[in-house]
């Protein structure tokens, strides 16, 4: 579900729009890091813990708990639950598991607070313009008005674990919301084992549990998309979430043109209202889904605790 790709190792530079920056710790706190993959993404996963070994037991299962997500939620898994549903689009209703109803219920909330600025039924735009069906040319506007056409009637309708696409163009994408979901869920995983601090960045988008020790919070650096290793802004992370939508890193070209992915539901064309956003909210989710929404719209929407254009 790779809906961004800022590749890197944090600590080594600005990476994925973030370089946390680390008081030393107390001998009590125990500071334990693990790099992996999950979501089709860079994972770095940091925890204060008792001990060496409850660290990398908590990293281990915040991992786990993303991946798990990411079958749930994946469209490039034809076992995926968001797969079956979308084959079963105009085909009555089917039922769904507890990970795509919340999805899609909090998908709903966010297409009416951002005036359809995010919309999870936008996978007919990323077909038609190549981001999942590769093609040679770009679509026609017969193709993109079809596509737009069909993301703007798209209904879902849920009945407790049922869900239902009433019409066989409806087509769901979880990208611009199933890595901030998959993230609040891993962040839950590591509340429940007792972790206090915590931070987890899954390739730009980010979210903190508490503070380290005697700091404030979590700094993280944004990255400027302008300029190799600049930074636009900095701020602080405790108990919040951050994350970063831009259009210059996933592309098709077509030619001389460059195609962004992060599409416009109103024009049906690749959004450019803005280079990159980065939105701070009080969950994972609502700053993955919010930084989509500003890129889409060249504004913050509501809901945004801090938001940083480019």
Same mark, same amino acid.
């Given at each position: ?6 590749? @890197? ?7 994925? @729009?973030?370089?946390?920056?680390? !008081? =030393?710790?107390?001998?009590? &706190? ?14 770095? *996963? ?13 990293? $281990? *299962? %915040?991992? %786990? ?11 490039? #898994? &034809?076992?995926? #639950? ?15 598991? #507890? ?5 899609? =219920?909090?998908?709903? +909330? ?10 999870? *039924? ?24 079809? $596509? ?10 849920? &009945? ?14 979880? +990208? ?27 390739? @730009? #988008? ?8 005697? *700091? ?11 300029? !190799?290793? +600049?930074?636009?802004? /900095? ?8 994350? /970063? ?9 077509? @030619? ?10 109103? /024009?049906?064309? !690749? ?14 989710? %609502?700053? &993955? ?12 929407? !509501? ?8």
């Amino acid at each position: 579900m790779r809906r961004r790709d800022f590749l @890197g190792a944090l600590g080594a530079g600005v990476s994925g @729009g973030l370089m946390p920056r680390l !008081p =030393r710790p107390r001998p009590a &706190d125990q500071f334990v890091e693990r790099w992996s993959w999950a979501m089709g993404q860079p994972v770095h *996963a940091m925890v204060f813990a008792s001990s060496e070994g409850e660290g990398l037991d908590a990293c $281990a *299962a %915040a991992l %786990a708990e993303l991946r798990r997500v990411e079958g749930r939620l994946t469209l490039f #898994d &034809d076992a995926s #639950d968001l797969c079956e549903l979308n084959r079963h689009a105009g085909r009555g209703a089917w039922r769904i598991d #507890d990970d795509l109803q919340a999805v899609l =219920r909090v998908a709903e +909330g966010f297409r009416r607070t951002t005036g359809g600025a995010f919309n999870v *039924a936008v996978e007919p735009l990323m077909r038609a313009w190549g981001f999942h069906r590769p093609r040679t040319a770009e679509p026609s506007p017969a193709e993109i008005g079809e $596509a737009r056409e069909a993301v703007a009637s798209a209904v879902v309708a849920l &009945d407790a674990d049922l869900a239902r696409l009433p019409n066989t163009h409806t087509q769901l994408d979880c +990208g611009g919301i199933g890595v901030g979901y998959g993230i609040d869920c891993a962040l839950a995983v590591l509340s429940r084992r007792g972790i206090r601090r915590a931070f987890l960045d899954v390739s @730009g #988008d980010c979210a903190a549990i508490g503070a380290p020790p005697d *700091a404030a919070g979590w700094t993280v650096a944004i990255a400027d998309p302008r300029h !190799p290793h +600049g930074v636009t802004a /900095t701020v602080m992370l405790r108990d919040a979430a951050l994350a /970063t939508s831009a259009n210059t890193v996933s592309v098709m070209r077509y @030619g001389r043109r460059v195609i962004g992915h992060v599409m416009s539901p109103a /024009t049906g064309w !690749p959004t450019h209202a803005l280079v990159q956003a980065s939105v701070v909210a009080r969950s994972a989710v %609502a700053a &993955d889904v919010l930084s989509t929404a500003m890129l889409v719209a060249g504004r913050p929407a !509501p809901g945004a605790v801090r938001a940083f254009a480019v």
